[in-house]
């Protein structure tokens, strides 16, 4: 793991303790980190691959989730996606199933992309920021968040997205490193950095936030600013 790697982890950590403590961020200075040895030598993730991470992440037994959950849950969709599709945790369904958005929000969320041409079949990759169920849907514990992110970072840099697309609040602070609500995420692109894996220079990745379909499906008032965050994406694409 890169220096660059440990503190976008660190960072990702520190919000989320935040977060649970208080719902307040704080200003703290960053640690000093060092590459591992083989992100010294620049062959970081070199021959990564969906199906290792997948492999990985299914094997994994990093927190406790993975003694409550049916199957892990790793992602899927095309392995050059125009969009990256991040969610929170997975679901009932996507629990018995090990596959991402495939319960009542996964079938939102398929009509939405459908909505601006976009398919985890054709240019999507769609995953969550943890990859094992929460009992009870919960939000993701930090110590379930710093057991996953690793793999979320892993699955970033070999992908390789043109634009990331955060589905609700946890995503999307988790991301952004915020504790800002989706209210004030939702709808403006950002610029998530991702140092390349053979030391040349990083690469900047639009990010736009909406609500999750979940939220959705609880208050229907959130679609029509939901499908304008969509549709600026949507542009975005063409362009």
């Known amino acids: 793991m890169t220096a660059e790697d440990k503190t976008r982890l660190a960072a990702l950590l520190d919000t989320a ?14 640690p000093a980190f060092e590459d591992d040895a083989a992100a010294a030598r620049g ?9 290792a991470i997948a492999g ?26 125009r969009v990256l599709v991040i969610g929170e945790a997975p679901g009932s369904e996507e629990d018995e199933k090990g596959r991402p958005f495939v319960g009542p ?8 992309l ?11 990759f769609i995953t969550n920021t943890v990859k094992c169920r929460p009992p009870g849907n919960r939000v993701p514990l930090p110590a379930e968040t710093a057991a996953c992110v690793p793999f979320l970072i892993r699955q970033i840099r070999t992908v390789r997205p043109a634009f990331i697309l955060c589905m609700g609040r946890v995503a999307a602070q988790t991301m952004l490193r915020t504790d ?6 939702r709808g ?22 909406t609500y999750h379909p979940s939220a959705l499906l609880r208050d229907a008032s959130l679609k029509r600013p939901a499908w304008e965050d ?10």
């Open 180 to 185: 800002e609500g989706i209210g004030r995420l």
């Open 17 to 30: 303790g935040d977060f649970l403590r208080d719902g307040h961020w704080r200003d703290r200075e960053a």
């Open 105 to 112: 929000a996964g079938r939102l969320l398929d009509r939405m």
């Open 230 to 239: 969509l549709k600026k994406l949507f542009t975005r694409l063409q362009t």
């Open 188 to 209: 403006t692109f950002f610029e998530y950095t991702m140092d390349a894996a053979s030391g040349a220079a990083a690469a900047s990745i639009p990010l736009i936030a």
């Open 56 to 81: 990985d992440i299914r094997s994994c037994s990093a927190c406790g989730l993975c003694e409550v959950r049916i199957l892990a849950v790793p992602g899927e969709g095309v392995r050059q996606p």
């Open 43 to 51: 062959i970081a993730y070199a021959g990564d691959t969906p199906e």
């Open 114 to 124: 459908a909505g601006i041409a976009l398919s985890r079949s054709t240019n999507c």
